[in-house]
C-alpha cells in the first residue's frame, strides 16, 4: 500500500474533517487575496481619478487662458486704436524748450535738426511708434487777417527694425492744406476752394471736424513748405510720437531710452486721460491674467484635497486589512490544526494498526502532512479564485466613484504586477499554512507507540 493510497483513503475516511480544513484554507487565502486587490484598485483607482482631475483642471484653465489671451489681445487692439485715433502722444522737443509756451500759446520756437527722426529710426528703439518730425508754430494769416497754428508735417519716418504700420496722421501733399474745425466756419471754407496763405497758393485738400482743441484753430501744409515759409530749412520744432503699449513706467522707460540717443532734448507724454483710459485696460487685463493665477492655484488646492482624501481612503483600508489578514490567517491556522488534532485524536487505533503493520513513524508523518498540504493546494486555489471575484465586488462597495466601479480586474491586474505576484504565491502560503498548523498533531500521530495504542494505554 503506497502512501498516496493511504493519504487519499484517509480523507475519505474523513470526508467532513477534510473539507472544514479546506475551507478555513480558502478563507485565509481569500482574504489574503481580496484585501490586496482592495489596497491595489485603490491606488489604481487614486491614480486614474487624479489623472481625470488633472486633466479636466487643465483643459479648463487651459480653455480659459485661450479666453484670456484673446481678451488681452482685444484689450490691445482697442488701446492701439484708442490710441491711435487720439493721435501723437509723446513729444520729443529740444532740452532749451519751454512747455508752457506749447501750453499757452500752442506753439513752439526753438529747434533741433530734422534728422534726429532718422537717428531715432536707425536706433532700433522700441518704446515709441509712429515718429513724425514736424513744425508748430503760432502765425499770422495776413490774407486772412486771423492768427492760426501752422502745422508742417511730413510722411512718417518708418522704423524698418519694426512691422510696418499704417500712419497715424496722413502726410499732406505740397500745395495742399487741411484746415480746422474753426478757420473753415469761419471763412466758410470747401474742399479743392483755392486759398492763399503767407503769400502762397494751396488746395483745401480736408476740412476736419470739430475736435474742441487746438486741432480747431490749426492748418496743415507739407513740411518743407512750412520750413521754407518759416526760415527753418532742416530744422523741426518737435518729433511727434505715439508711445508703445508697455507694462510699468512707461514715460520713464521712454524717456531713459529716448535720452541716450538724442541728448540734449526732452519728452512730454499727452493726452492723460486718454492714458488714464489706456491703462485702466491694462490693469483689467492685469486683473483677468491675477484671476486666472489664482484659479489655477484653487485648481491645484482642489487636486491636493482630492489626494488627500484618496489617500485617507487608501489609508484607512490598508488599516482594515492589517487588522484583519493577521485575525483571519490566526483563526484559519487554529482551526486546520484544531481539525488535525481532533483527526489524530479519534484515530489512534487505527494509527496502532497502521504501525503495528510496519508503517514507520516518517510514514505517518508524511501521511497527515500529505493530508494537510493537498487540503492547502485544494483550499489555496480555491481561495484565490474566490477572492477575485469577492476584491473586486468589495472595491466596488467601498468606493463608490464612477473610475472604481469601470475598473476591470483586468486593469487593476496589468496596472499592479505586485498583485499578479500575490495571485501566484498565494497558493503556496496555503500549503504553508495547512502543513505547518496540521505539524503539532501530525508529529503526535508518528510518535505514538503501537503497543501501547493497541493495549488501550
Not at 529740444?94 to 520756437?109: F, I, K, N, R, Y
Not at 494769416?141 to 497754428?149: A, G, H, R, S
Not at 514715460?251 to 531713459?256: K, L, S
Not at 486666472?292 to 488627500?308: F, I, K, M, N, V
Amino acid at each position: 500500500m503506497t502512501l498516496s493510497h493511504l493519504i487519499f483513503r484517509e480523507i475519505a475516511h474523513r470526508k467532513l474533517n477534510f473539507l472544514l480544513s479546506v475551507l478555513a484554507v480558502a478563507v485565509a487565502a481569500l482574504t489574503i487575496v481580496a484585501a490586496d486587490i482592495v489596497v491595489r484598485r485603490d491606488a489604481e483607482v487614486t491614480r486614474r481619478v487624479m489623472a481625470q482631475k488633472q486633466s479636466e483642471t487643465e483643459a479648463a484653465i487651459e480653455e480659459k487662458i485661450e479666453l484670456v489671451a484673446a481678451a488681452g489681445a482685444d484689450l490691445e487692439d482697442a488701446i492701439r486704436k484708442q490710441m491711435k485715433g487720439l493721435g501723437f502722444n509723446v513729444l520729443i522737443l529740444p532740452e532749451s524748450q519751454d512747455v508752457a509756451e506749447l501750453h499757452l500759446q500752442g506753439s513752439l520756437t526753438q529747434t533741433m535738426p530734422e534728422s534726429y527722426a532718422q537717428q531715432l529710426a536707425d536706433s532700433k528703439i522700441m518704446t515709441i511708434n509712429h515718429l513724425l518730425p514736424t513744425v508748430l508754430k503760432q502765425v499770422r494769416w495776413p490774407e486772412q487777417e486771423m492768427d492760426v497754428v501752422l502745422y508742417g508735417t511730413r510722411g512718417e519716418v518708418p522704423l524698418m527694425h519694426r512691422d510696418l504700420k499704417k500712419p497715424v496722421l496722413d502726410a499732406v501733399a505740397p500745395g495742399q492744406m487741411v484746415v480746422g474745425h474753426a478757420i473753415h466756419q469761419k471763412l466758410g471754407l470747401k474742399v479743392g476752394q483755392q486759398v492763399e496763405f503767407m503769400g502762397r497758393e494751396f488746395t483745401v485738400s480736408v476740412l476736419h471736424p470739430e475736435r474742441g482743441s487746438g486741432d480747431d484753430v490749426t492748418v496743415w501744409i507739407d513740411l518743407g513748405q512750412a520750413q521754407e515759409m518759416l526760415g527753418l530749412q532742416n530744422l523741426v520744432h518737435a518729433i511727434l510720437a505715439l508711445e508703445c503699449e508697455c507694462a510699468g513706467d512707461r514715460i520713464a522707460q521712454i524717456r531713459a531710452e529716448i535720452s541716450g540717443i538724442l541728448p540734449g532734448t526732452q519728452v512730454i507724454e499727452r493726452y492723460s486721460q486718454a492714458l488714464a483710459r489706456a491703462e485702466a485696460r491694462t490693469k483689467a487685463k492685469e486683473v483677468a491674467e491675477e484671476s486666472l493665477a489664482a484659479e489655477r492655484l484653487a485648481g491645484e488646492a482642489t487636486l491636493l484635497r482630492e489626494l488627500e482624501s484618496r489617500t485617507r481612503l487608501q489609508r484607512g483600508h490598508q488599516q482594515l486589512s492589517r487588522i484583519i489578514l493577521p485575525l483571519v490567517l490566526l483563526l484559519a491556522a487554529a482551526a486546520v490544526g484544531l481539525l488535525a488534532y481532533v483527526n489524530v485524536r479519534y484515530r489512534r487505533e487505527e494509527i496502532g494498526i497502521l504501525r503495528a503493520l510496519g508503517l514507520r513513524t516518517r510514514q505517518v508523518l508524511v501521511v497527515f502532512l500529505g493530508k494537510a498540504a493537498l487540503s492547502g493546494v485544494i483550499g489555496g486555489v480555491a481561495g484565490v479564485l474566490l477572492g477575485i471575484g469577492s476584491g473586486a465586488l468589495i472595491g466596488r462597495l467601498l468606493d463608490r466613484s464612477e473610475v472604481a466601479i469601470n475598473l476591470g480586474l483586468t486593469e487593476a491586474i496589468v496596472s499592479s504586477p505586485g498583485l499578479f505576484v500575490t495571485l501566484m504565491v498565494t497558493p503556496l502560503l496555503a500549503v504553508a499554512l495547512a502543513t505547518l498548523s496540521s505539524w503539532i498533531a501530525a508529529a503526535m500521530a508518528a510518535s505514538q507507540d503501537a503497543a501501547m495504542i493497541l493495549q488501550g494505554e
